[in-house]
């Protein structure tokens, strides 16, 4: 059964059409021979970002987005945590706009839980390369 919720912690729920983007992400993990089982997106600012990476990564710093997987075999689940704060920051820092950017930490997260790594040498230009593709599709799906 799939199962996608957006929530909000300390922010507005960014201007996304949710249906569209709930039926994007079951396209993506289907081309990536996957199905979606539970999926969980909480907006927040950067400091929910920042405790939450320090509590659960013991990581000090500022990001994007944070993917916690839940995923088993085929069924990608998890809960994703994103920083709207971030995602301007870094809308400006790239040149894009902010929606542009906003949709590409969304799939971002998806892409991690089919498999895809951006850490390693060579793994960042892939994980963009699915990330773009994933971007083709929802422009394809908003223009049927």
Known sequence: MVEINFMTQ????????????????VEV???HDRVVGRLSYVFCDDEYILETNRKFLNHDYFTDII?????NRRRVSGDMVISLDTVRTNAELFGRSYDEELRRVVVHGVLHLCGINDKGPGEREIMEMHENEALK???ELNNN
């Open 67 to 71: 993917t916690f997987d839940y995923t």
């Open 10 to 25: 300390n922010v507005p729920m960014p201007a996304l059409d949710l249906e569209l983007t709930r039926r994007w992400l």
């Open 137 to 139: 599709l929802l422009d």
């Open 29 to 31: 993990t289907r081309c």
